[in-house]
């Protein structure tokens, strides 16, 4: 309908604008809702790849737990890769003496409760961890991979869980929080006394 008077063309700017600002704000709006879809595909297009991921830390939250179930039923784990981003999701979690949630965690409990995730239940204790599984050569290293060192006792006294290349994620009471570090580096080469394959990864 036309408006051919002054006075009702000025009583209907501000609707005129409030509409223009709507549709500005439902373009907006739009624009990243199509944003956050294409980062999730190419999230996505990544873990196809095999790529290890790299989350940023969520100390309080829970991670997803990637497990499937066999046609009879029985739970497998997720590779090895899954293992490792599930530990990389924890990384800022406190360090807590004899901790084993994302409250707080000490180095084993934190690898039963990787593992845990993924439908494998690690003992608590880490010479009991370092009986498990297979052992591999560190050449061989792959991630999801347990690391043991000795750090506070003879033997296996600390555990990680290898991400791949010369890195490994930790729980150390060094440091007070879930971490990132090198096998190579100058504390933690000598003291290596072993790795373990757990079934599965």
Not at 52 to 73: D, K
């Amino acid at each position: 309908m036309a408006v051919s008077s002054p006075c009702g063309r000025r009583a209907l700017e501000p609707i005129a604008r409030h509409v223009n600002r709507a549709s500005r704000d439902l373009r907006w709006e739009q624009a990243i809702g199509t944003l956050a879809l294409a980062v999730s595909l190419l999230s996505a297009a990544c873990a196809s790849t095999g790529a290890v991921p790299r989350p940023f830390p969520t100390p309080g939250g829970s991670p997803p737990q990637p497990t499937t179930t066999s046609r009879s039923g029985s739970r497998r784990s997720a590779n090895g890769h899954g293992v490792a981003g599930t530990a990389l999701a924890l990384r800022g979690a406190p360090y807590k003496n004899g901790g084993a949630d994302p409250h707080g965690f000490d180095c084993s409990g934190f690898t039963r409760y990787v593992f845990g995730r993924h439908g494998i239940t690690l003992p608590r204790d880490v010479r009991e961890q370092f009986r498990m599984g297979k052992a591999v050569k560190p050449d061989r290293l792959a991630a999801g991979d347990l690391i043991f060192f000795s750090t506070v006792a003879p033997g296996a006294s600390h555990v990680a869980i290898a991400i791949g290349g010369d890195e490994f994620v930790h729980a150390p009471s060094s440091t007070g929080v879930v971490r990132v570090e090198h096998l190579s580096a100058g504390y933690w080469r000598p003291r290596f006394v072993g790795a373990r394959r757990i079934n599965g990864n």
